[in-house]
């Protein structure tokens, strides 16, 4: 199986500490969010287990990509460069479909393209809630 896990609100704590756009633009802001421990865990044990994982996020800037990559580096080091799909600016995470898969988001936009497309998403309606798949 293959599993797309969105960063902000299923990673990584964004939401709570979030007061202004300027922090999501920031590199240090980004790569110092807290994480979501249990989904932290999921994603790196959905790895050892040999299932195949990308992080599909979006960044406002190429500071706020390199804090995403910072955070990665962190707490899921596991994931290699061609695992992590990093959107700047617009653009749909559908349209960044590798392959068939899952996507786990916080944005009930993203999962309706995505099924809208003929794959499965799994909503985490609460930030932080554990992805238990």
Partial sequence: MTYYFDMDGVLADFHSTYTERAQ????????NLAPFVENVKTVRNLIAHGEKVYILTKAANDDAKAGKIDWLAKYIPEITAEQFICIVGYGRKVDYIREAGILVDDDIKNIRQWIKAGFEGYLVETKGAAVIL
């Avoid at 999501?24 to 790569?31: H, K």
């Fill in 24 to 31: 999501a633009l920031s590199r240090d802001y980004l790569a």
